[in-house]
């Protein structure tokens, strides 16, 4: 199994900048691919960045330009910097591991953006 701790949450004035780390308990090299999704009451949980194990990131629209998904094999975490932030990027943040055919998830880490 692989545990992830997520870190990096907090509050942030609209049109800050944050960087989230996830760290995970096995070497990233027998990861496919790791990501970030969030979460708000009463919504589902929605992708915002993945990275797979050949480097290639994906974002999801709205946050394209704005955040940077990234790796440290050295340290086993995946990063998400975030620009520019809104109000409505606020959520719970979650990392994801796709390891095979498995997933898990870290227990999230909150971004509130303040207007």
């Known amino acids: 199994q692989v545990r992830l701790v997520e870190s990096g949450g907090g509050l942030v004035q609209a049109g800050g900048s944050r960087r989230l780390s996830c760290a995970a308990s096995v070497d990233i090299f027998s990861i496919n691919a790791m990501g970030w999704y969030r979460q708000t009451p009463g919504k589902q949980r929605e992708v915002v960045a993945t990275i797979t194990s050949g480097g290639s990131p994906n974002y999801a629209d709205s946050v394209k330009g704005r955040f940077t998904i990234s790796r440290d094999y050295a340290k086993n975490t995946v990063n998400l910097q975030m620009n520019s932030l809104k109000p409505e990027d606020t959520g719970l943040y979650y990392c994801?591991?796709?390891?095979?055919?498995?997933?898990?998830w870290g227990q999230g880490t909150q971004i509130t953006v303040s207007s």
């Open positions: 994801n591991v796709l390891r095979g055919a498995a997933l898990y």
